[in-house]
């Protein structure tokens, strides 16, 4: 039988720190070899997670959420495209431990992201989720992100081709052509 889920009341969102890293790094490598939320094939060293992380700052926060002091789930946003012309977007990733899928902490990592983009001036969100995943395409739903496509066949894993949905939140109202 599963453990009781946290009530969401008792879950904390904060900025992520160095002594996080473990529990993010378990978090990922465990969805390498085991799910599709990253297309990932073969799990991370903990090199490049310790790159990973250096590579981020305040415009492209990582947040953890945690329980009783333990790492239930982490979500940063991330360049979307290196050229100066997006840099007033972002792609938004969550991850959540499974044993606590289903909570409300995908919501709270969300929405904590979409708070953290609006305070950096970002005007757009995007992210791209696999099709089957319809927890995290309602979640996406829920607050506001529209789906815009799917990406048919982008992806192969587990010897299977995967299909992509993109999703995009406007945080600021778009402009008219030219202004």
């Known amino acids: 039988m599963r453990d009781p889920l946290p009530d969401a009341a008792t879950v904390r969102v904060r900025p992520a720190s160095a002594d996080d890293l473990p529990a993010v790094h378990r978090l990922y490598n465990d969805e390498v070899l085991g799910g599709v939320a990253t297309w990932d094939i073969e799990p991370w060293s903990w090199e490049r997670r310790v790159e990973w992380f250096a590579e ?28 100066p012309g ?21 919501r709270l990592l969300l929405g904590a992201l979409i708070e953290e983009a609006r305070r950096i001036g970002m005007h757009t969100l995007v992210a791209w989720i696999e099709s089957e995943n319809v927890g995290s395409i309602e979640l996406h739903r829920s607050l506001g992100y529209t789906v815009i496509g799917t990406e048919r066949e982008t992806g192969f894993k587990f010897g299977r081709w995967l299909n992509t949905v993109e999703v995009q939140l406007m945080l600021r109202e778009p402009r008219d052509a030219g202004a």
């Not at 981020?56 to 790492?71: F, I, K, M, S, W």
């Not at 997006?86 to 995908?106: K, L, M, Q, S, W």
């Open 56 to 83: 981020h700052d305040e415009n492209t926060p990582v947040l953890v959420a945690e329980q009783d002091r333990q790492v239930v789930g982490f979500a940063y946003l991330s360049i979307y495209r290196p050229k």
């Open 86 to 106: 997006y840099g007033c977007t972002r792609e938004n990733t969550i991850f959540v431990d499974p044993r606590f899928h289903r909570a409300g902490i995908g």
